[in-house]
């Protein structure tokens, strides 16, 4: 066998037979001493921050002693690392090791070192997704130190005293993991959108506590490294937080580092006493602080240390309030923004001010109240006015007719006294006569009439004349009423509107923290913002909506903004659309990205003008908002050009802005309406037809005012949605229906205008005609749908220059909302 492979020699790069042996092993090893270019730049690539600082923590971490023989910081340490950074965490095992070796030597050493590494290896086990992971994490490091630790003192010095040792070193380990896991996730969010809870404020603070218990001795002359950290860290503190933070620090410091080889209670007292005082000058700024600190250490100083540290204490001292006075104020003011402190300053100034947010609340409310009144006066009063103003009217005009023709007549007393209800009933019906045939002449007088009056013709002249009068009179009668219940609605609308601010202003300042961080993150990679708003919802999760330049199509909302909005949130946010909604006419973009929405809508629109026009008298939108809602409107304006696309641009700019401002659907449609009434002395309307889509829960609201029907495909099938109801601007009673349907994954939407159906010239019914074309092409993407359709209906109406109409057919498609990190295969605003 051997024989067989004697003369073949394999090598990485390339295969060497019979003498050439000697040749590849040379090259090889010249090759070995430089590595390729690729293995260079990924040494460079591991070398990130969170290996330095795992490096880092680990190796002063492993340092730390407790009561003079316990080593729990390390192992905790390494497993939180893993846990936390992932791979580059595995930077802190060696780390952790090399600190371990300055502190510790012989069997102890063995079997910290080895505990660690059985700890690391094992955290792996522990699956991300477990139920409470930080308790399974706190066990296996109890497991493991107890195993391990208990075997090598077996072997060692097995003594009841050491074995205790173990029990406490395992216990303290156990307790310090899960605290290690908060405080490193703490530091790792940095706290720049929202500030740290208290208990990330201890965890990190324990996590500090034990970095400067491992600098240990570390010290050059008399000026040690724990005590100018420890220093520095409570004036830190006091600065920030005032004096109770600053006492607390002084505390939480000096016990920590006073467990590393021997107790000392008196330094907590100290450090506790000096950082009250700190915190009381905060008032006199940095220096203030300093000071106030200076001479609690040196109160403290002369009556508890002894007389040759007092010295090494003033120095330390000194080094430690130098160091804070050149600390950046910039890092402080992110401080305190982190640790939820930022506006302390602003409160402890107002002193005993009165809360604004609540007399804006109550002011607000009041203004509700106001406007609620206004409405229902309104209301009242044009409820009442219509019908006595009319019959006032009719009494009025009959008592003309008396008194410009019977006034002098010798049977006055006979027919407006003694037969009044005669006369009454007689000019009644001539009156009704009048208002069929326009016109009335002495022979339409009734019998008992003709019978007695001699002025027949003077009577029927009076009667057309003042009946002219009477109806313009009644014409601007009811338009009065008309603008009072126009007035009543706007006012109503208004009221709720106002109503609801309070909760959201609560809300919005509840999240109003966030929006500064958000924008300058934005700004720094380029974004251009023109306005953000946060928004906390009820169910606690957060809506960013914002405005920013259009981007021409290349969909930074999607590549570049919404990535960063939903790592700094630290929770996926979600568009509404997977398409740009920008139009060619819009000078901004406005848009809103949601927490844990269900659906999103795939969108697509085509139109075009009569006879191939570029100017169409139809418009559409596509709005968002709030509470993960979106809006598609369609407006068909009156006839055709500019006036046309007047009128139905400005149904839906003002609806939109309407819906967007709070405004229900029904005052909203009736406003729109109202305007277009009021504003158009001619004939003029348009029509409306407008579908709010509920991404959370699929239900979408259909309200259609003279609109062509909508089309809902699903499974085959092509169900149509109609309504009844007149164009906007024709009457001022509009009655405006809402209709629910639930949608399903997979659903698609078609809203057109009447201009696709009437293109149909063809057997049969318009409307099954472009059913049974949605159905062939149902599968087609939106915006492709949409393009087909308006080809098709210009192809059945003779060609693009044969139009009849103006046409516009908006589509849009229901999907499943799916996760952003999953979502690659296109863009999403």
Not at 238 to 260: E, Y
Not at 481 to 496: A, D, F, N, T, Y
Not at 594 to 621: E, H, I, M, N, Q
């Amino acid at each position: 066998m051997d024989s067989l492979f004697e003369n073949i020699e394999i090598y990485p790069y390339k295969r060497s037979r019979n003498g050439k042996k000697a040749q590849g092993a040379a090259a090889g090893a010249k090759g070995a001493g430089k590595p390729p270019a690729l293995f260079r730049a990924k040494a460079v690539q591991a070398v990130t921050p969170e290996v330095l600082a795992a490096c880092f923590a680990g190796f002063f971490l492993g340092r730390a002693v407790l009561l003079g023989e316990l080593l729990p910081f390390g192992t905790s340490f390494a497993v939180a690392a893993l846990r936390v950074f992932g791979r580059s965490g595995l930077a802190a095992i060696p780390a952790v090791v090399l600190g371990l070796i300055t502190v510790s030597g012989g069997a102890s050493l063995a079997g910290s070192i080895a505990t660690v590494i059985c700890a690391s290896l094992l955290t792996g086990a522990v699956p991300r997704d477990a139920k409470r992971p930080w308790l399974a994490l706190a066990a296996l490091v109890l497991a493991v130190t107890i195993v391990v630790k208990a075997s090598f003192t077996a072997f060692t010095a097995p003594s009841a005293y050491n074995y205790f040792t173990v029990l406490f070193e395992a216990v303290f380990a156990a307790l310090l993991t899960p605290a290690m896991i908060y405080g490193i996730s703490a530091l790792k969010k940095r706290g720049i959108v929202s500030p740290f809870s208290g208990e990330e404020v201890f965890c990190i603070l324990l996590v500090f506590g034990g970095l400067v218990a491992g600098t240990g001795d570390l010290k050059y002359w008399v000026i040690s490294v724990k005590g100018v950290l420890s220093r520095l860290t409570i004036m830190l503190a006091a600065f920030v937080g005032g004096t109770g933070i600053g006492a607390a620090a002084g505390a939480v410091v000096g016990i920590i580092p006073g467990l590393v080889y021997t107790a000392a209670p008196a330094a907590a007292g100290a450090y506790s006493f000096a950082g009250l005082l700190a915190g009381a000058c905060r008032g006199f700024g940095k220096a203030g602080v300093a000071t106030g600190f200076i001479l609690g250490n040196i109160i403290l100083s002369v009556y508890i240390a002894a007389q040759e540290d007092i010295i090494a204490v003033l120095t330390e001292t000194a080094v430690a309030s130098l160091l804070f006075l050149l600390f950046p104020s910039l890092v402080i003011e992110n401080l305190k923004v982190s640790v939820g402190l930022a506006g302390e300053e602003v409160k402890e100034r107002q002193g005993d001010k009165p809360d604004y947010r609540d007399i804006l609340e109550d002011r607000v409310k009041s203004w509700a109240r106001v406007f609620g009144e206004l409405s229902r006066a309104f209301e009242q009063a044009s409820s009442t006015a219509g019908q006595s103003r009319e019959e006032q009217c009719l009494q009025r005009m009959l008592n003309q007719i008396g008194e410009k023709v019977c006034c002098d007549c010798a049977f006055y007393r006979t027919c407006w006294d003694r037969e009044f209800y005669k006369t009454y009933q007689g000019l009644i019906d001539l009156l009704a006569l009048l208002e069929i045939y326009g016109k009335v002449t002495p022979d339409n007088l009734s019998d008992d009439i003709k019978r007695r009056c001699s002025r027949t013709k003077e009577l029927a002249i009076t009667v057309s004349c003042l009946y002219e009068s009477y109806n313009l009179n009644r014409y601007w009668s009811r338009r009065l009423v008309e603008s009072r219940e126009i007035v009543s609605e706007q006012l109503k609308g208004i009221s709720e509107v106002i109503a609801g601010l309070p909760g959201d202003l609560e809300f919005e300042a509840a999240a109003g923290e966030m929006g500064p961080a958000l924008r300058k993150k934005l700004k720094d990679v380029g974004a251009q913002i023109e306005s953000l708003s946060v928004y906390r919802r009820r169910d606690g999760g957060v809506e960013v909506a914002l405005a920013h330049l259009p981007c021409g199509g290349r969909m930074e909302c999607r590549n570049v903004i919404l990535p960063l909005l939903s790592s700094m949130l630290e929770h996926p946010l979600y568009a509404a659309t997977t398409a740009c909604t920008v139009r060619e006419e819009d000078s901004s973009c406005h848009l809103i990205f949601y927490p844990r929405l269900s659906y999103r809508l795939v969108l697509g629109a085509a139109g075009t003008g009569k006879s191939g026009s570029f100017v169409s008298g139809d418009s559409y939108a596509f709005f968002h908002l709030k509470g993960g809602r979106f809006g598609l409107a369609l407006s068909d304006g009156m006839g055709t050009g500019p006036q046309a696309a007047l009128e139905s641009g400005t149904t839906v700019s003002l609806l939109r802005r309407l819906l967007e401002s709070g405004f229900g659907q029904d005052v909203a449609i009736k406003t729109v309406n109202s305007v277009l009434i009021l504003r158009s002395p001619g004939e003029s309307f348009a029509t409306v037809d407008l579908t709010v889509v509920d991404l959370n829960t699929g239900q979408a609201d259909l309200v259609k005012i003279g609109a062509a029907p909508t089309f809902i495909i699903r499974g085959g099938k092509a169900a149509q949605v109609r309504a009844g109801s007149l164009p906007a601007g024709i009457i001022e009673d509009i009655e405006v229906v809402s209709l629910r349907r639930a949608l399903e994954p997979g659903d698609v939407l078609v809203m057109v205008t009447d201009g696709i159906l009437d293109a149909y010239h063809g057997p049969g019914d318009r409307e099954e005609w472009l059913a049974e074309v949605l159905l062939q092409i149902g599968n087609v993407p939106p915006q492709e749908m949409a393009e087909l359709i308006l080809k098709l209906a210009q192809t059945a109406a003779g060609g693009p220059s044969r139009v009849p109409d103006d046409m516009t057919v908006v589509v849009a498609r229901l999907e499943i909302q799916k996760d952003m990190k999953k979502n690659k295969t296109g863009p999403v605003v």
